[in-house]
């Protein structure tokens, strides 16, 4: 009985020492995952800016309620807003105005924001071109600075020409000139110069 039971602690005895012996066994590290490079952008086509727009044009003035003059003996005709007033003769200088020309006062008469717009008869001329070679056409200009000059052609395949331009004193001049029916003719603006294109272009014969 005693051998068995030495037997069988000698064989435990044994199996522990063995055991201790024996190297721990290494864990086997999980596999990692593998690393996902980041998705590339979607190219994106480049979107065109749309053009610059370049700034509306400001219409000329309206006339309302429209008014026409004849001047019978010079032959001529313009067109003007109904209201303003036409003064002088015929036969030599008019002139159109938006106030009372009585009344007026400050440069040319001319209350602030008020306008004037002469018709003024210079002579007889066979043509325009006859007209600005004239001594009174070529001195008064020689007073004129920053001159601007524009060709026109007006109703009834009249020819004009527009100047604008700096007076002497500074101020502004805008004036236009033109030959209907052999009358020279010179049509100037003061003050407030909204409507003078509109109504120094519709200038023409009288029908």
Known sequence: MNRLLVAALVLTLAVVALAACTPAATPTPAPEAPTLAPPEPTPVPPTEAPPAQEPPTEAPPFIDMLAIYTNEPLGYAFDYPDGWQVTGDDATALYLTSFDLTAGAGGH???????????VFVQDFDSLEAMLASDFMVNSREELQDVVDTELTLAGDTPALQTRARGQFGDEVN?????????????????????????????????
């Open 175 to 207: 004036m236009l000139v033109t030959v209907i029916n052999g009358h020279g003719l010179i049509v100037a603006g003061y003050g407030d110069l909204s409507f003078f294109n509109a109504v120094a272009r519709s200038l023409r014969p009288a029908s």
């Open 109 to 119: 008469g001319i209350p602030e924001g008020e306008t004037k717009i002469d018709f």
